[in-house]
């Protein structure tokens, strides 16, 4: 669902490098970029706010993210992040993303230019599973061996 929430939130947006995870953030990376970082979660019951392809929730996954918007300077952070978050509402709609707080940060993994972190929460459905494609992958990888 992770990269799913990305991959929309990318097709969103004018086509500027926007990148999947921290090691876009490595010393040799430079803006302009955006990057979506994982961070925590937390659990709800099943909603009835669920992405369209998913049949039936038997939870929903409260996923934090963070959104680095990592421009040359203040002013044109500040207009990706009112770009970004437009996006974000035009994309998920109300109830799906909730904006929690955002920093700025200049210096140690920002060797050149500035950033701002948004820190958001985005609701995802845990979609009910009738088979074990999953572990049964994993399982057979194993040699079926469980401990």
Known sequence: MIRNFYAALKAALPAIPFYLGADALGERAAPPRLVLVPTDENFAPASAITAPQVRASVATRLVGLQLWLWGEGYEEVEGMLAEVITALRRTFGPGVVELERGR???????????????????????????????LEAIAQRCGGLGG
């Open 104 to 134: 700025w940060e200049e210096g140690g993994a920002i060797s050149r230019g500035v950033a701002y972190v948004l820190d958001i929460r985005a609701r995802m459905p845990v979609a009910e599973t009738r088979t074990y494609v999953t």
